[in-house]
């Protein structure tokens, strides 16, 4: 799996941004996929999570409320919507893919594949 996330950039306080996750070389549906991010000088951090078996989704209660997973199979592309974007959220946020049907990205295990990132910076 190769992952391509465009959709990062600066945006002040309050805003939104929405990133994308392109996904090539497998079919998407039977992956489940995460999104993560890791801010400077800490350790990355999970935020979301999004089920291969069942589409169910997971976030971390830092985000709960603000972001949205999703997924489009026919365009093989995880989405995160980000709203009500904070200061905190300032990172470079990462897509991770696992093998199908796996569930290592809800039980927090490290993902199969990783995207290179893109960064987020909200101003205040």
């Known amino acids: 799996v190769e992952s391509v996330e465009p959709g990062g950039g600066l945006v002040q306080a309050g805003g939104s941004l929405r990133l994308s996750c392109a996904a090539s070389?497998?079919?998407?549906?039977?992956?489940?996929f995460g999104w993560f991010r890791q801010a400077p000088g800490k350790e990355r951090e999970r935020v979301s999570c999004?089920?291969?078996?069942?589409?169910?989704?997971y976030y971390e209660d830092f985000v709960k409320g603000r972001f949205t997973i999703s997924r489009d199979n026919d365009k093989n592309t995880v989405f995160l919507q980000m709203n009500s974007l904070k200061p905190e959220d300032t990172a470079v946020y990462y897509c991770?893919?696992?093998?199908?049907?796996?569930?290592?990205?809800?039980?927090?295990?490290?993902?199969?594949?990783w995207g290179k990132g893109t960064p987020v910076t909200v101003s205040s």
């Open positions: 999004i089920s291969g078996r069942d589409g169910s989704t």
């Open positions: 991770a893919a696992e093998q199908p049907y796996d569930s290592r990205c809800v039980l927090g295990y490290d993902m199969d594949y």
């Open positions: 070389g497998v079919g998407l549906d039977r992956h489940g």
